[in-house]
């Protein structure tokens, strides 16, 4: 039998790896590491990588397995989810791993200018009714743009067809350079092209990934860079509703297309 919801939260708030910050209880309090996140947590200057929505924690803890010379931080609201990963990484004693529990919405209260080099967006919810709650959409972009490197790497690996053309065209409206993208990462000519490094990287499967596998659906990334320089404007294009129900996700709308 699973471990409760009421005993993963209780284990974490004893995790010393793990910090929980939820919208309502932050407020308008300033978060004591915010730029000091080497200094006071990881004990080097190794470049910082966000999985933001990172569910179970599946890609924190495979990166951190790769890299042991960088340090990854899983952010999600959820945290009996979290809990998966954050307890893999205790017991495995990684140290180049962290969890934040709090909203998305404010993220760039808990990091400083340039203190974040890339980001991860894993399966990410598609929010095919509201661009501004999509997770590329340009009201986040300007967000991380407060604390990513100039010209950092936003990596953003999907189920959803309606997500992955939304950020293309988001992309290519405010020329931000993309670097690769494929929508079948798995098959066609995708395997070919990837270097050795990213096919290691993209073969950590997430346990939401497996199941759309399963059911023979195909796996969309992109990987773009964010430079500061710019006013960023969204696309002024209907995109195709996503024509399935992606595991435990409903399509949120009755419209054929959505911008």
Not at 154 to 167: A, I, Q
Not at 187 to 216: K, P, S
Request: hydrophobic share 40%; aromatic share 12%; with cysteine.
């Amino acid at each position: 039998m699973g471990k409760g919801k009421l005993a993963k939260f209780a284990d974490m708030e004893r995790y010393p790896h793990v910090f929980e910050y939820p919208w309502a209880a932050v407020a308008d309090v300033p978060f004591a590491m915010k730029g000091r996140w080497h200094e006071d947590f990881f004990r080097n200057a190794n470049p910082i990588v966000l999985e933001l929505g990172c569910g179970r924690g599946e890609y924190t803890v495979g990166l951190a397995r790769l890299y042991p010379e960088r340090n990854f931080i899983g952010v999600d609201i959820k945290g009996a989810r979290m809990w998966t990963g954050a307890t893999e990484a205790l017991r495995e004693g990684l140290a180049n791993v962290a969890f934040l529990r709090t909203n998305i919405e404010i993220i760039d209260r808990f990091f400083a200018p340039g203190e974040v080099a890339e980001i991860w967006l894993t399966f990410s919810d598609p929010q095919m009714k509201k661009a501004t709650k999509r997770l590329t959409s340009t009201y986040f972009m300007e967000r991380y743009r407060r604390f990513l490197t100039d010209g950092g790497r936003v990596h953003l690996k999907t189920d959803s067809n309606f997500l992955f053309t939304y950020t293309a065209l988001m992309a290519e409206r405010n020329g931000l350079p993309v670097e690769f993208a494929t929508t079948d990462l798995y098959g066609g000519d995708a395997a070919g092209v990837l270097g050795e490094e990213e096919a290691r990287i993209l073969g950590i499967r997430t346990y939401y990934e497996q199941q759309w596998m399963d059911r023979g659906l195909a796996i969309r990334y992109m990987r773009l860079r964010l430079p500061h320089a710019g006013a960023l404007a969204e696309p002024d294009v209907d995109i195709e509703l996503d024509d399935y129900r992606s595991y435990n996700r409903s399509k949120r709308s009755g419209s054929a297309t959505g911008r």
